[in-house]
């Protein structure tokens, strides 16, 4: 990426989840932290699943639709943070400079999209709008991700990113298909959570204007 593209990533994704973290700070109970931690996890496994894509990009499943459903978007933007940096700084997953936008694609945009589309569903179409969710989650982190590398190679002459004809088909086209996948899997372990452990489901308080499930 261009020094520019990267610097404006960190720019933008660190004072929105600062204001992330300062509110669940305010709204989180304590019996909330269990099951962030575990989802947390069940997310990083998930997401160090990767499959090479173009230019050093790679695409994989996010955990961004599943978190803000049971937690809702603040939360997930809390419990995406934390995979992310622990990827990055631990595993050399997505590298240092790439950290600000990773972070904004994947705990910023994927959750507050998710969140949108599942906050404005009725619970007679819960599922589906889960499932829609997750793929709009996924495919809007990888439209971002390709606007980045198109920028990157533009304002560098070809030095950094990937040519706009190469970055969205590429990009777009294998994350259309994982957010398929993605979007079957959150409504698999949101269907069986919400059977066997009700209460957690209802750990997240329904925003103004939601019905409570």
Known sequence: MDPIVWALGFAIAIPVLAWAFR?????????????????????????????????????HLIGAA?????????AAMAILTVVILIQSLFFGDGGITALGLNLLNM??????????VYRFSREEVRRTA??????ISVFLA????????????????????VAPLVSFPAML??????????????????TFVSRVAPEITAMKKPAAGEAAQ
């Open 66 to 74: 599943l978190a803000s459903a049971l937690l809702g978007p603040i």
């Open 142 to 161: 990888a439209l971002a991700t390709a606007t980045e590398l198109s920028v990157s190679y533009l304002v560098s002459g070809g030095l950094y990113g």
């Open 107 to 116: 705990a910023v945009i994927a959750p507050l999209a998710s969140s949108l």
């Open 130 to 135: 889960i499932f829609a969710a997750s793929w």
């Open 23 to 59: 509110r669940l700070g305010k709204e989180a109970d304590d019996e909330h932290v269990p099951f962030m931690a575990v989802l947390a996890a069940g997310i990083f496994v998930a997401q160090m699943l990767n499959f090479p894509v173009i230019g050093g990009t790679t695409g």
């Open 173 to 190: 086209g294998y994350n259309a298909v994982i957010g398929v996948g993605e979007g079957i899997i959150t409504v698999g372990i949101w």
